[in-house]
């Protein structure tokens, strides 16, 4: 929304009042003087009129080490969410707007990220955007070695009718390897391995672009994500 219609709707005031308060340097926005009214504000810009603060909401991005079993969700019946453990390690923060940028299934563990900015999330999930994605596969059976090219070159997905974007496999060990995505696809990496007929038995993300989950993030715990961590998406 523009600045000067949300001055206008907030404070119930006419467009010519807010003219007036923009020309006379008596707003700002974040912080800094701000004339210009057709600049596009968001929920969670800082807006002064006379110094006074109004109404905005604050942005919240968490990091959280997903353990097995809890739902990538908000809510479930059966299952803990990964909102209910953000409810118990931060009890007085308002979750109604917290959802998740990017699920896991519920046996895949690791780095899994949790916003009330809606347009963060968007930005970071959106396919067109190819935000690597590593994770650690251990599988059921040896890995092939052609498994690295045949990734490289891009797996077609039949359902979705897409061939994968080039992936890169890093092999540490015969069931075990290192795995950047370029997608989100559902059951991406499982599909993947299931061409070989190898069941992926642990799977864990380690990191989504320039986000990365550190080994002493205890399972089930969450951090704050930096301010290059948010504006690096
Ligand atoms: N790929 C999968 O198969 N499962 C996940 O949880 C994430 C990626």
């Known amino acids: 929304m523009r600045l000067d219609r949300y001055l206008s709707k907030t404070l119930r005031v006419s467009n010519k009042q807010v003219k007036l308060w923009l020309e006379s340097g008596q707003v700002a926005l974040d912080n800094s003087p701000c004339a210009q009214g057709e600049v596009v504000i968001n929920r969670f810009s800082r807006i002064r009129v006379d110094g006074r603060l109004l109404p905005h909401d604050t942005p919240l991005y968490l990091l959280m080490h997903k353990p097995a079993g809890v739902l990538s969700a908000t809510k479930d019946r059966q299952h803990t969410t990964a909102i209910d453990l953000v409810k118990a390690q931060y009890p007085q923060l308002d979750t109604s707007d917290v959802h998740l940028a990017g699920r896991l299934d519920r046996a895949t563990t690791g780095l899994l990220l949790l916003t009330n900015d809606g347009a963060w999330s968007k930005a970071l999930t959106r396919p067109e955007q190819k935000i690597p994605k590593t994770y650690l596969v ?52 499982k599909r993947m391995f299931a061409l070989y007929h190898n069941p992926v038995v642990a799977l864990h993300r380690e990191r989504m672009g320039n986000i990365a989950l550190e080994p002493q993030l205890a399972e089930g715990q969450c951090r704050p994500l930096s301010r290059q961590e948010i504006e690096g998406v």
């Open 138 to 189: 251990t599988t059921e059976q040896p890995i092939p070695g052609e498994a690295r090219d045949r990734f490289a070159k891009g797996v077609w997905f039949e359902r979705e009718g897409v061939t994968t974007a080039p992936a890169q496999l890093q092999q540490l060990s015969s069931n075990q390897a290192r795995l950047t995505i370029y997608e989100g696809m559902h059951h991406q990496v």
